[in-house]
């Protein structure tokens, strides 16, 4: 089991940045890949950006590559999605998932999920 909580959510205006925090307990962390997904009101959860268990491979969602980075911190047990140049159609509510499988961008790779963190980008 992998318990996920998502921090670092807020309102921002465009044009602004944000990071956004996931600690994970229980299993070991270094042995799950890890990956961002959001879901905007009305839509369905997309995937944003996924990394593996090393940190060595990274995957973004077209919409967000060059303005987004994920990072991951063993030590601390801790997944990060810096996010820059925000953009108004970025708000969503963002989840941190978990799999014990290579990582990712599917959906159904991912077995451990938070409970997410809403963000919000003004115009």
């Known amino acids: 089991q992998v318990q996920l909580v998502e921090s670092g959510g807020g309102l921002v205006q465009a044009g602004g940045s944000l990071r956004l925090s996931c600690t994970a307990s229980?299993?070991?962390?270094?042995?799950?890949?890890l990956a961002w997904f959001r879901q905007a009101p009305g839509k369905e959860r997309e995937f944003v950006a996924a990394i593996s268990q090393s940190g060595h491979t990274r995957y973004y969602a077209d919409s967000v590559k060059g303005r987004f980075t994920i990072s991951r911190d063993n030590a601390k047990n801790t997944v990060y999605l810096q996010m820059n140049s925000l953009k108004p159609e970025d708000t969503a509510d963002y989840y941190c998932?978990?799999?014990?499988?290579?990582?990712?961008?599917?959906?159904?790779?991912?077995?451990?999920w938070g409970q997410g963190t809403q963000v919000t980008v003004s115009s």
């Open positions: 229980g299993r070991t962390f270094s042995t799950v890949a």
């Open positions: 998932a978990a799999t014990s499988r290579p990582v990712g961008s599917s959906l159904s790779q991912y077995t451990y």
